[in-house]
């Protein structure tokens, strides 16, 4: 008991020391970042260290110009009373090094940088996000630069065997994304190119050797070239991108890239971090808002990690550089699967033959029958496991399959009115043949549409989102207005004002939730207001949907209405914040599915609060790029 009272204090001294104690390990501060505050005497604070990079180096300039690390140390630092939080800086190396010995509670880095830091306990709380790259999973590139005006090169292939420059092959977003593009293209990474040159992480000489021609390829993160050239006039002009991906994403982005895209900035926490205090910095870094941060990030979850850690299975480089040598890990890494086969194939043959001595034959037959028993129901155990994880990964499937069921009433019951009526031509004998007829073609169309429906919900749940198809938003706002009046999902009054042919891009069985959804929740806030006591009174009572055209037609902007309670700016604050819901506004446990359609299709969702002599009640707009002929957006 005394030793574990003795480790007990080790461990609040190490957590509560001063902050006079604290070790600046870089060499320097970036300009305006924020001393950490003074605890007053007598007024001891939990030190709480976040790992940062040294932002002096040219390579980071792009995330120090929206000040991200300012930003988040000041938040935290602002919200945090009972914590002192310590920003402490190094190179990448020594990050690493800090997280193993302990140093940091927590650390931002990027998404390749948290991966290799998964084995050694460090969890993720956030990815940082924003405006021009909404989707967590989405948010940075690498991207290919030569020289313009050279006809040898005009796609990936041509660049094998050339020289390459980087800022350093120990960079994930300029360096690792590109060479895990080549590997997926089906080439030698560590062979690809004759030589590959390092600018001490100054992405600028990446750019001019390139224009010189020193080096016949720069490669660099998305956004990069274009940043540099603003910076740097002398390179307008003298510059192309390889392997570009044009489309959507990148007329959204407003820069090329060359690769996939994957999980940016990322924060997350080390084991040794109480998680009482986790769970306060995780809370303060989702709630952090667009409008107080200089570059109008936010803080999102990702939640495709694994595709950074197959990238650096590619590369053979991070948690898989040991696949370089062979070793012992490498040995049981790669053949671990054949050996545990051949262990237990050894093994099953012993258990045989010891069995095969000491039993009859009876005894043999009746164990290779229960050996048949338990591998069916493996198989079972596998194949349903396989499905379960197929319709987790599909997190809205359970809302389609709610939707769909009151959907399936409608047929089902025509179904029935039409077989009461086949019976009742029956009991009159000489059943007239047209009116049978009609009957049965009734059922037959009822049936068909029942079975579309179940289809629609299979189909998604089998084959996943597609949104790049078109999808004419007009006539689904209309198709899931009268299915919610058929299955008497929506009874409260209606009034619709929607211009006809507005094309969207997007798959067609998300956006109809995020409709359906944002139509039931308006209508459950109608409903939990006083209905008008009189039809003569002036107050409105119902629902209000618009659909239009913006923008010179580059967007499409549904907004839908609903009378209720005059919301407070608090009750309007508490629905942009992350888990928080409001009845009163008429949101309720659908609103994060919204949002998460909503940001996968590049929208947006907006909340107002009505007036009073407008009927009170909120009015939520969702803003959509339209699809213009070519297939793109605009």
């Excluded at 939990?46 to 932002?55: A, K, M, P, S």
């Amino acid at each position: 008991m005394k030793t574990l009272c003795a480790l007990l204090a080790a461990i609040l001294l190490s957590i509560n020391a001063p902050v006079a104690a604290e070790h600046q390990p870089a060499e320097h501060q970036p300009d305006g970042m924020i001393e950490p505050d003074v605890a007053p005497a007598g007024h001891a604070r939990t030190v709480v260290r976040i790992g940062l990079l040294d932002f002096e180096s040219e390579a980071s300039y792009l995330s120090r110009r929206q000040n991200i690390q300012e930003t988040i140390v000041r938040h935290l630092q602002a919200n945090s009373p009972g914590l002192l939080i310590v920003p402490r800086f190094y190179t990448t190396e020594a990050l690493s090094e800090a997280v193993r010995r302990g140093e940091v509670e927590f650390f931002l880095g990027s998404s390749g940088f948290f991966v290799q830091m998964r084995p050694r306990g460090a969890r993720d709380i956030g990815t940082i996000t924003s405006k021009t790259f909404p989707d967590p999973n989405r948010c940075v590139a690498g991207v290919m630069v030569v020289r313009s005006g050279r006809p040898d090169i005009s796609d990936l292939a041509s660049l094998e065997g050339m020289k390459a420059v980087t800022t350093s092959r120990a960079n994930f977003m300029t360096y690792m994304l590109n060479m895990g593009e080549i590997a997926a293209k089906g080439f030698a990474p560590d062979k690809f190119f004759s030589a590959v040159d390092e600018t001490d992480n100054r992405p600028v000489e990446v750019m001019r050797a390139v224009v010189e021609g020193r080096a016949d390829v720069g490669l660099l993160r998305a956004c990069m070239p274009e940043a540099i050239t603003e910076r740097h006039p002398e390179f307008a002009g003298r510059w192309t991108v390889v392997n570009d991906r044009p489309g959507l994403r990148a007329d959204t982005l407003g820069c090329r890239y060359s690769t996939d895209m994957y999980p940016g900035w990322t924060i997350a926490s080390v084991p040794h971090t109480p998680p009482v205090i986790t769970k306060h910095i995780a809370m303060l870094l989702l709630n952090l808002k667009p409008e107080m941060t200089p570059g109008g990030f936010t803080v999102s979850i990702a939640t495709e990690f694994d595709r950074v850690n197959d990238l650096f299975r590619s590369l053979k480089a991070g948690p898989f550089t040991y696949l370089n040598h062979w070793t012992l890990e490498r040995v049981w890494a790669e053949a671990k699967g054949g050996l545990l086969l051949l262990l237990g194939f050894l093994a099953a043959w012993i258990l045989h033959f010891v069995r095969l001595e000491k039993l009859v034959a009876r005894r043999t037959a009746d164990l290779s029958a229960a050996l048949s028993r338990e591998k069916a129901a493996r198989e079972e155990v596998r194949e349903t496991g396989a499905r379960l994880d197929s319709l987790q990964r599909a997190g809205i499937v359970g809302q389609l399959s709610s939707m769909f069921a009151h959907e399936l009433c409608q047929p089902l019951s025509a179904v029935r009115c039409y077989l009461r009526g086949v019976r009742t031509l029956m009991k009159r004998g000489a059943p007239d043949p047209v009116l049978a007829e009609r009957c049965l073609s009734g059922m037959s169309a009822e049936l068909d549409k029942a079975g579309e429906i179940i289809e629609r919900v299979r189909s998604y749940a089998r084959e996943g989102a597609r949104r790049d198809q078109p999808v004419d938003f007009s006539a689904l706002l209309s198709e899931s207005l009268a299915d919610m009046k058929k299955s008497e999902r929506l009874t409260a009054p209606v009034t619709i004002e929607a211009a006809p042919g507005l094309i969207v891009s997007g798959d067609p069985v998300e956006l109809r939730v995020l409709v359906i959804n944002l139509l039931k929740n308006a209508q459950e806030a109608v409903f939990a207001a006083p209905e008008p006591s009189s039809p003569d009174a002036q107050r409105p009572y119902g629902l209000a949907i618009e659909l239009e055209a913006i923008d010179g037609g580059a967007s499409v902007r549904l907004t839908i209405s609903n009378t209720g309670a005059v919301l407070t700016p608090e009750a309007i604050a508490a629905i942009g914040r992350p888990l928080a819901t409001s009845k009163a506004a008429g949101l309720g446990l659908g609103l994060m599915i919204c949002k998460s359609i909503a940001e996968a299709h590049l929208a947006s969702l907006a909340f107002a609060a009505r007036s009073e002599a407008d009927g009170g009640g909120l009015a939520v707009t969702l803003t959509l790029p339209a699809r213009n002929p070519s297939g793109r957006n605009p």
